[in-house]
């Protein structure tokens, strides 16, 4: 199978169907293949991601990633330091991106998150990518999340966090390797799922997709190519992206 960086076929360091213990592209990094599918690289949570299941971005942290407080920042500022105390491991958000919750002005902007030091209940100073666009003024609050294929677990039937693709290999605990997340993708199915049809994120059988809509529903994940019998692996037609 070709696989497609851009407009032409190009090498990538790590095959389709393979993990590796070292990163080998960028996380959240995008190929295409000539069957029409989308990939994007990421990187496995605390299990193993199995192959043909629904997998979700790491489950929100409301207490160290949410509505923190900060010093407000000058526009061309290359870092934000909250003044609310958080815990959070060396870089442990390196990747991820922080966007102005509110703020008199600035608010909306979205900046990546370059490093940051381990802290303990403390304030953490995150050193940006790219320079604050707009200043901020008034009581500013910041939320952070990691990179969405950055500690990837299987989708869980109570949603977490939102779902990013579908493993194409067996992609042991901290390892890496492909999710599918546009077109064609073979998908565990919980209850029949009907060709044509919508299909959802299942809130009974982690990692399945169901039938659209159910009770509990969670989040669309794309459309049957065909008819799928239950608990059986069959083709949805992925929107993910």
Not at 59 to 84: K, M
Not at 129 to 144: K, M, R, S
Not at 204 to 229: D, K, L, R, S, Y
């Amino acid at each position: 199978m070709t696989l497609l960086i851009g407009t032409g076929p190009q090498m990538v360091a790590q095959k389709l169907h393979s993990e590796s213990s070292t990163g080998l592209h960028d996380l959240g990094s995008i190929v295409h293949t000539n069957k029409g599918q989308v990939l994007k690289y990421c990187k496995a949570g605390g299990t193993t991601l199995v192959m043909g299941k629904l997998q979700q971005a790491s489950a929100e942290d409301t207490s160290n990633f949410q509505a923190l407080t900060i010093t407000n920042a000058a526009a061309g500022d290359l870092s934000i330091t909250t003044t609310t105390t958080v815990t959070l491991t060396a870089n442990q958000l390196a990747g991820g991106i922080i966007t102005v919750e509110s703020a008199t002005t600035g608010a909306g902007q979205i900046l990546g998150i370059k490093s940051h030091p381990a802290v303990t209940a403390a304030a953490v100073t995150f050193t940006l990518e790219d320079p604050v666009v707009v200043a901020t003024t008034g009581t500013a609050l910041i939320d952070a999340i990691p990179n969405p294929y950055s500690g990837v677990v299987v989708n869980p039937t109570s949603a977490t966090s939102a779902p990013v693709g579908v493993a194409v290999f067996n992609i042991t605990n901290a390892y890496f390797g492909w999710l599918g997340v546009a077109g064609p993708f073979s998908v565990l199915a919980d209850g029949a799922l009907t060709v044509g049809t919508a299909v959802d994120a299942s809130n009974a059988t982690a990692g399945a997709v169901e039938a659209h809509p159910e009770a509990g529903v969670q989040a669309p994940v794309g459309t049957a190519i065909t008819g799928v019998a239950t608990t059986d692996y069959g083709f949805v037609n992925l929107r993910l992206l």
